[in-house]
């Protein structure tokens, strides 16, 4: 499957934006999909993920109450809006997918990832 991230851009603390991750190549119903994130000198790090046809979700603590991962597959899209955004959620954006049931909340472990789309939240 090839992801494609986008969405990305720069708004001011407290506004939103929403990135989508486009896939295609394969039936993305049969895919766990996951948002990662890497800021400037700091490691990549889990966002949010959510299983193959949306009812169950996951999020990093810091990220709870604020982003909310959706997804379409009938669109072959996943979904994140990003809220009361902080200086702090600077980073470029992943998306990452792997096929199969099993889902672990929060694994790193992903095949598939896109190119990033670059999100810069000013103060």
């Known amino acids: 499957v090839q992801l494609q991230a986008s969405g990305g851009g720069l708004v001011q603390a407290g506004g939103s934006l929403r990135l989508s991750c486009a896939a295609s190549?394969?039936?993305?119903?049969?895919?766990?999909v996951g948002w990662f994130r890497q800021a400037p000198g700091k490691e990549r790090e889990f966002v949010a993920d959510?299983?193959?046809?949306?009812?169950?979700?996951y999020y990093a603590d810091f990220v709870k109450g604020r982003f909310t991962i959706s997804r379409d597959n009938a669109r072959n899209t996943v979904y994140l809006q990003m809220n009361s955004l902080k200086p702090e959620d600077t980073a470029v954006y992943y998306c990452?997918?792997?096929?199969?049931?099993?889902?672990?909340?929060?694994?790193?472990?992903?095949?598939?990832w896109g190119q990033g789309t670059q999100v810069t939240v000013s103060s």
């Open positions: 190549g394969r039936t993305f119903s049969d895919y766990v």
């Open positions: 990452a997918a792997k096929r199969g049931s099993d889902w672990i909340p929060g694994s790193s472990v992903y095949r598939y």
């Open positions: 959510i299983t193959r046809h949306g009812a169950g979700t």
